[in-house]
Nanobody, 114 residues
Framework: QVQFVESGGGLVQPGGSLRLSCAAS????????MGWYRQTLGKQRESVGT???????NYVDSVKGRFTISRDNAKNTVYLQMDSLKPEDTAVYYC????????WGQGTQVTVSS
C-alpha cells in the first residue's frame, strides 16, 4: 500500500520560509512524477508544482520564483522549499504522484500570518 507522510508545516510570518518534506512508501517513487498540492477550506485541491524522476520541475504561476521542489530518490522523499511566503499560501499541503493516483496523506498545515 502506498502511503505519503507530509511534514514541516507551521506558522510563519509573511516573507518567511518553510521546507516541507514528503516521505513516500513503496516502489512508486521513481515510477511517476511527484507533485505537491494544496487545499484551503472550501476550495478544490490545486497543484502547486511537479518534479519528474529526472528532476525537471514546473510550478503554478502563483508560486514561480518562490517555491522549489526537489527530490531524493534514495530516501523516497520529495521536498518543497517555500520562500517569500504570502498569506494566500496558507493551506494544507499534500504530495502525491502527478497525476494523483494514490490515497492522500494527512497533509501538513502551512499558515502565513503576522
Amino acid at each position: 500500500q502506498v502511503q505519503f507522510v507530509e511534514s514541516g508545516g507551521g506558522l510563519v510570518q509573511p516573507g518567511g520560509s518553510l521546507r516541507l518534506s514528503c516521505a513516500a512508501s513503496g516502489t512508486i517513487f521513481t515510477a511517476f512524477p511527484m507533485g505537491w498540492y494544496r487545499q484551503t477550506l472550501g476550495k478544490q485541491r490545486e497543484s502547486v508544482g511537479t518534479i519528474t524522476d529526472g528532476g525537471s520541475t514546473n510550478y503554478v504561476d502563483s508560486v514561480k520564483g518562490r517555491f522549489t521542489i526537489s527530490r531524493d530518490n534514495a530516501k523516497n522523499t520529495v521536498y518543497l522549499q517555500m520562500d517569500s511566503l504570502k498569506p494566500e499560501d496558507t493551506a494544507v499541503y499534500y504530495c502525491n504522484t502527478k497525476p494523483a493516483l494514490y490515497t492522500w496523506g494527512q497533509g501538513t498545515q502551512v499558515t502565513v500570518s503576522s
